[in-house]
């Protein structure tokens, strides 16, 4: 009878992880006018609307560079699509809510695309959350 639960068991949470969503891709064009590094954290690059590390900011954390990825998906520009979100308000002291933008972000995969000379770089990012 234990044999048989444990089966059933071990059946029902293997069908359970199978199910889980792949998490969708998304690709942000780079830009060093909106994007930040600094030299003492290179890995880490802050976006111009982040409310600052006292606060609680937001920042991706580089993974991986890739050279020769190929996709069809378009580029969005990221300024862009962080301030028609639901997370920024540009009527607020702190515009930008951080940490709501971190929860939704996480659940990406995200891609920040460099364009040099003719050719595309695509850095694998995280969104990442951090306060002081």
């Not at 979100?85 to 702190?94: A, D, G, T, V, W």
């Amino acid at each position: 009878m234990k044999t048989i639960i444990f089966l059933l068991l071990a059946t029902f949470l293997t069908s359970a992880k199978a199910q889980e969503k792949a998490k969708d891709t998304l690709f942000f064009s780079y830009d060093s006018q909106y994007i930040n590094t600094h030299i003492e954290i290179p890995n880490h690059f802050y976006i111009e609307d982040g409310s600052g590390a006292t606060e609680g900011g937001f920042y991706f954390t580089g993974v991986q560079e890739m050279k020769n990825y190929k996709t069809k998906k378009r580029e969005i520009n990221l300024k862009e699509f962080i301030r028609s979100s639901k997370f920024y308000n540009e009527n607020r002291r702190l515009k930008l809510r951080d940490y709501d933008l971190w929860d939704y972000l996480k659940n990406y995969v995200i891609f920040l695309v460099k364009t040099e000379n003719g050719k595309k770089s695509y850095l694998q990012v995280e969104a990442s959350f951090e306060i002081e």
